[in-house]
């Protein structure tokens, strides 16, 4: 039956179709930074980049309030081109200012991880920057690897470029460790629900730890997400998750900030004063 709700939420949703056209042709999206902490030294390898929106009238708000609706009316390629370029062009202002070197890692929509032509606009914009492939990680969900045939041969195209690509949110979806096998993938980014649940629920911390495990044999790398605890971080270390990223070491922060954190060691910080954690400082060395 007819309720006004229901009124109001299309014309929010139009509206906010409308204003999502309107926000690219007047540049308001920029991105934020996450860092990606190497356990084992306490330094930050790499960043996440991930896209916000400042609404003229909603505030800042985060992609998923608008990624699905630039998927819907077909703004998913130009806005996804627009992240993989600013990145990589970030990457090059810290490295020109002398920050270390590290891995910059954007997400793809699958939407647009199925544009046949993805592969040579990263080419085209890793030499438009000055990027290189080596150190650029393309993240993707498990949605895209449902399927071989086109997929497929866009995962081997990509990476014959030279760049990393990751299974993001791995283990929530319909993946299985089967088709690990046969993925020519890099990096396997396990989901903050295993790291939220591993210390009260025992099963999630032998899902966990086998995830670890069966990536490492097949010569996967595999980051943690959510990480907001000292005792998540130790726990992860111990079944030899070798990168983290989460509260604990930082929030996505702007261009501007992450330039202080490129060379923070988290092991000697105190990144949360509230509940006393002193920053990986129980952490061995290796």
């Not at 760049?163 to 283990?171: E, P, Y």
């Not at 270390?237 to 261009?255: D, H, K, M, N």
């Amino acid at each position: 039956f007819y309720q006004p709700a229901l009124t109001a939420l299309a014309e929010n949703r139009l509206r906010i179709e409308q204003d999502l056209r309107l926000a690219i042709e007047r540049n308001q999206f920029e991105l934020h930074y996450q860092p990606q902490v190497e356990l084992k030294t306490g330094f930050m390898v790499g960043v996440e980049a991930l896209i916000r929106w400042h609404h003229p009238e909603q505030g800042l708000l985060a992609p998923d309030k608008f990624i699905h609706v630039a998927e819907r009316i077909g703004l998913i390629k130009q806005l996804g081109d627009w992240v993989l370029e600013t990145a990589c062009r970030q990457a090059v202002v810290w490295q020109k200012m002398g920050l270390p070197r590290f891995q910059m890692a954007v997400n793809i929509s699958p939407t647009h991880f199925q544009d046949p032509a993805l592969a040579t606009t990263v080419v085209r914009i890793l030499a438009e920057t000055g990027w290189k492939a080596t150190d650029l990680e393309l993240e993707v969900t498990e949605s895209v690897v449902q399927t071989t045939g086109d997929n497929i041969d866009m995962f081997n195209d990509l990476r014959a470029i030279g760049l990393k690509i990751a299974i993001d949110d791995f283990g929530t979806g319909y993946s299985s460790l089967a088709s690990l096998k046969y993925l020519p993938i890099d990096c396997l980014k396990i989901d903050r629900l295993f790291v939220t649940d591993m210390l009260n629920d025992p099963d999630s911390s032998i899902i966990l730890g086998a995830i670890v495990n069966v990536a490492h044999s097949l010569g996967h790398e595999v980051i943690a997400e959510g990480v907001e605890t000292m005792d998540q971080a130790v726990a992860l270390y111990g079944i030899g998750c070798e990168t983290v990223q989460g509260y604990l070491f930082s929030r996505p922060v702007t261009a501007e900030k992450l330039s202080g954190l490129a060379q923070q060691n988290f092991k000697s910080v105190n990144v949360d004063n509230s509940k006393g954690f002193t920053a990986l400082s129980v952490l061995k060395s290796g």
